[in-house]
């Protein structure tokens, strides 16, 4: 039916999980609705889009890969140099390998073919070319982990203003 934000006791967002699991926190106890769809499960119970937990959970720190797949995420499958969308896509070193250039988050950028033939082995100023936006990396985890899930289409729109980074 619908996928359900989840946030701590401090509201910072958590997980996502399915209506099935957030209406059992509901009803143990360990959980209350923040915001709801309108539509009623039993008379006085709305389906849930966004719940908070009655207890604080610590979560450790884990640092996010910068892997492919988060890159094109982080970039929202956008061409970082042309803003072309929907087309085969491919990841560009900003400083390229054979310059010193890292595998990092602040270094990697989505690309088209392209964009990425014609930029090459050359930094940006010497082909001329200028990033959409800078690369960064994402400062929360969840909420980059919640942000891909909604670039999937299994979010809502109400979910936006507890991702206040990614």
């Not at 209350?32 to 008379?43: D, I, R, S, T």
């Not at 966004?50 to 207890?55: G, K, T």
């Amino acid at each position: 039916m619908s996928a359900v934000l989840v946030l701590n006791n401090s509201s910072e967002p958590l997980h996502v999980c399915d209506w099935r699991r957030a209406v059992a926190l509901i009803v143990k106890n360990r959980a209350e609705v923040v915001e709801h769809n309108g539509k009623m499960l039993a008379e006085d119970f709305p389906l849930p889009l966004v719940i908070r937990l009655s207890n604080q959970v610590f979560v450790p720190y884990s640092p996010i890969s910068p892997n492919r797949h988060n890159i094109f995420a982080r970039d929202r499958q956008t061409c970082q140099y042309c803003g072309g969308k929907g087309m085969e896509l491919t990841l560009d070193h900003v400083i390229p390998r054979s310059k010193g250039g890292p595998d990092s988050w602040e270094n990697l950028v989505t690309a088209c073919h392209k964009c990425n033939g014609r930029k090459g082995d050359q930094s940006l100023s010497e082909s001329g070319m200028t990033l959409l936006a800078k690369p960064v990396r994402p400062r929360n985890r969840m909420a980059f982990f919640i942000m891909k899930h909604r670039s999937k289409g299994g979010a809502y729109e109400c979910w936006s203003r507890y991702l206040q980074t990614a």
